[in-house]
Each structure stands twice: as C-alpha cells, then as structure tokens.
C-alpha cells in the first residue's frame, strides 16, 4: 500500500516548483524589461540570458533567504494542507497579476499565504512574526534604496557620458545594460528561488522528513536546490512577456543610459537583501529602480500605471493571507466533503492557469510593441548650444 503522507508530500513538492516556475516568468520582467524595451537583446534572447544567470546563483549563494521563509510558520504548526493552502494562494495571485500584465511580488504572495494558513491553523502564535517583521521592513526600505540609487545612477551615468566620446553612441550603454542585467537575473535568482526552497524544506521538516539543526535552521537538502533554481530558470525561459511589456514600455520611457541606472538600483537594493537573508520583492526593487532612473533622467513616469502598480504591492499579501486562509478551511472540511471541496478547488485553479496560458501575449506581440531605437544624446549646455 504507497505511504499517503509521502505521496501528499510530493504532490505538494510539486505545487512549489509550479510556483516557482510562475516566479521566473513572472518576474523575469525584473531583471530584462530594460534590455529588451532598448533593443540591446531581443526578447528571446533576453529571456534565455537571464535564465542561465537566474542559475547561476546556485553555485555561490547560501540559504539564509531559505531559511527566513521556512520559518514563517512554526514547524510544529506546518502540514501538508497548511503549506498546500499557502503555496495555491500565491500561485493564484502570479496567474491573475501576470495575466493583467500587473509587475506584484511573487516574494510577497508567498509570505501572505503562509501567514494565513497558519492563522487558519493555529491563530497568531503559529507565525513566525520576525520573520514577516523583515519582510514588512524591505516592503517600505527596498523600492525607496532601489528608487533613490537608480537615480543617482542615472546621474552617474550622464557625467560619464559627458567625459567620453560615448556622446552620440548607444552601444557601450548597451553593453552595460546587458552587464547589469546580468547582475539583476544573478540576483533575482538567488533571492527568489530560496523562497521555494523555504517552502519545501518546511514542509519536509514539518512532516518528519528534515530536522532542524542545533541552531533552529532548517537544512536545505541539494536536490531541492538545484530543482528550485532549474524550476525559476526555466519560467524565466517561458516568458512574461505581459510583465515585461508594462515593465520595459509603460512606466517610463527608456533608453540605454536609463536602463543602465535602473538596473544599478536593482542590483543594489537586490543583493543587499540577500546577503541579510532577508526576502526582498525583486518586482519593488526593479519597478522602483525603473520609475527613479526615468524620474531623474527627466524622461518623467506614468504615475497612472505606478499608482496601480503601487496598490498591487499594498493589497498583495492581503489577499494572499485571506485566501490562504479559506483555502486550509476547505481543505478542513468533514468527512469526504472536505476531498471533494479539495479537488473541485484544484480543478478550477488548474483550468484557470491553464485558459490563462493559452491566452497570453508572446514575445512577437511584445516586439510589435517596441519603439525605435533611440540615439543616446548628450543634452548640451547653454555655451555648447550657442556654439
């Protein structure tokens, strides 16, 4: 007879890699919207050069991110059903804000559906709150660093126009934009693919098969590494052209030297987080950083568009704790009503992703949508102009 626990389990692993894979098209925006609005790479291109650094990660970053998101909701609280409950209401919210071309934080939905299944579970005393403490922190701190960097950046990178004979010439530009995105995918990669490791490894260690060591850290194990980043590399690889095209056409208008200072105000703010382990949204990092280097290019923003995207950021985990939430209370309920409420919810959140999938946008739509590509120009000073 198979050991259900253990089937349940797997099923659950897999739940986390479908979320993880939705992560890496999701946010795939973060770290190529820049490059491909500019042209510097067309977006296939992009896509796949930002799922080999998305991987890359794995060979020098640690797990202290991991370990952040594992801990949300207490071990002796986690289950199968809790960990199920949180891991649907993320991927839920991915599909309808992916599908709405809306750039929301995968990290954030995660965090918002384990802190409603373990409400559901166990009241306040099954969370973690240190850990949603830190999460909460980089809500506020990562789009004002991200922004506020980007802008400096944007400055940066007009002196060192001005002192070279880069003047009238977008291809070094395009090479630092391809070099800083590069820096963004390396980073998204390490911070966002820890959050599924988190996730399975709590669910492991809340299930018997993993123990927490002398420290209170729960250990990741290889493979659920290595699955967890090849899971976000190849969404990556999918596309979100959606994303992408509200990322790289609708926030700001972009150019090289503005790319370049946007994706200087991710990298900063993204690798920063990381390295306190704590799990900033790579999506406020990059969106924030875009709007600050257009802002003070003066190339201006679509605050519309921001203020929507802004509203998204505060309603996300909201929602994903209150659907968390009804989610563990119908897979609780009695007897064989409980199966059937179960499986009638995995049905309609299957048809819904897969009609989504079938309905969006492609690459082809997005390279449609591009301008023409834009010279990069020194603005020049009033003597220059009388010249």
Not at 172 to 193: C, M, R, T, W
Not at 347 to 362: E, N, P, Q
């Amino acid at each position: 007879m198979p050991d259900l626990l253990l089937l349940t389990v797997i099923g659950v692993v897999a739940l986390a890699l479908l979320f993880d894979f939705s992560n890496g098209f999701h946010d795939a925006a973060n770290s190529i919207a820049t490059v491909v609005a500019t042209r510097a790479l067309s977006p296939i291109q992009a896509v796949w050069f930002s799922a080999v650094f998305n991987f890359l990660a794995y060979f020098f970053i640690g797990t202290a991110v991991a370990n952040t998101v594992a801990k949300t909701v207490k071990t002796s609280y986690v289950s199968v059903p809790v960990i199920f409950a949180a891991l649907l209401a993320a991927l839920v919210w991915n599909y309808l804000t992916w599908f709405v071309g809306m750039p929301s934080s995968s990290s954030h939905a995660i965090i918002g559906g384990l802190v409603g299944a373990g409400l559901a579970v166990g009241g306040t005393s099954a969370v973690t709150w240190s850990s949603v403490q830190k999460v909460v922190y980089a809500i506020v701190l990562s789009p004002l660093v991200a922004f506020s960097v980007a802008a400096v950046g944007a400055g940066v990178v007009y002196l060192l126009q001005r002192v070279t004979r880069w003047k009238d010439d977008a291809k070094p530009f395009k090479g630092l934009q391809i070099v800083s995105a590069a820096a963004v995918s390396f980073g998204h990669g390490a911070n966002d693919a820890q959050k599924t490791m988190g996730v399975i490894a709590a669910v492991l260690a809340g299930t018997g098969y993993l123990s927490a060591d002398a420290k209170g850290k729960i250990p990741v194990p290889e493979w659920v590494a290595i699955s967890a980043y090849a899971a976000i590399a190849l969404g990556t690889v999918w596309g979100g052209w959606r994303i992408i095209e509200t990322m790289g056409l609708k926030l700001t208008s972009l150019n090289a030297r503005v790319g370049v200072a946007a994706n200087i105000g991710a990298t900063t703010a993204i690798f920063g987080a990381t390295t306190l382990g704590v799990p900033i949204s790579t999506t406020h990092a990059a969106a924030s950083s875009v709007v600050g280097a257009g802002t003070a290019s003066g190339r201006g923003a679509n605050w519309k568009v921001v203020g929507e995207m802004v509203m998204a950021w505060v309603v996300t985990i909201p929602a994903t704790t209150i659907l968390a939430f009804v989610f563990f209370k119908i897979t609780r309920a009695p007897g064989v009503l409980g199966q059937i409420l179960t499986g009638a919810l995995i049905l309609v959140v299957a048809a819904g992703i897969i009609w989504a999938m079938r309905h969006s946008i492609g690459h082809k739509d997005l390279e449609a949508e591009l301008p023409p590509e834009e010279p990069v120009v020194v603005p020049q000073t009033a003597e220059a102009a009388k010249a």
